[in-house]
């Protein structure tokens, strides 16, 4: 089955960036839409970004647009969120997370691969 697992967090200042990366093994990316989530405690999983690989389409929540920028590296069956202009609200568990084709109905309950989650933590 399709594995994941991310890598890339760590503590930044405000305004600083981080590259985080979601390696896929067992299967291509090319039939999965890949999405970032985030979480902070006491809060719902929240979409940040995700990627219909079919067609490349991107898709961002409004909160990270203009910030964020999710891409894919085929040869390395790999997708990737740069994270700029990063703010201490951004601070979360971030995850990785696989479904088959399709970006739509962008919620948590309809992902059924995860990746073992990172922590970025942005200081002020």
């Known amino acids: 089955q399709l594995r994941l697992v991310e890598s890339g967090g760590g503590l930044v200042q405000s305004g600083g960036s981080l590259r985080l990366s979601c390696a896929a093994s067992?299967?291509?990316?090319?039939?999965?839409?890949i999405g970032w989530f985030r979480q902070v405690p006491g809060k719902e999983r929240e979409g940040v970004s995700c990627?219909?690989?079919?067609?490349?389409?991107?898709f961002y929540a409004d909160s990270v647009k203009g910030r964020f920028t999710i891409s894919r590296d085929k040869a390395k069956n790999t997708v990737y969120l740069q994270m700029n202009s990063l703010k201490p609200e951004d601070t979360a568990v971030y995850y990785c997370?696989?479904?088959?084709?399709?970006?739509?109905?962008?919620?948590?309950?309809?992902?059924?691969?995860w990746g073992q989650g990172t922590q970025v933590t942005v200081s002020s």
């Open positions: 990627m219909r690989s079919l067609d490349g389409n991107t």
């Open positions: 067992g299967f291509g990316l090319d039939n999965y839409a």
């Open positions: 997370a696989g479904r088959l084709y399709y970006c739509s109905d962008y919620v948590a309950q309809k992902f059924a691969y």
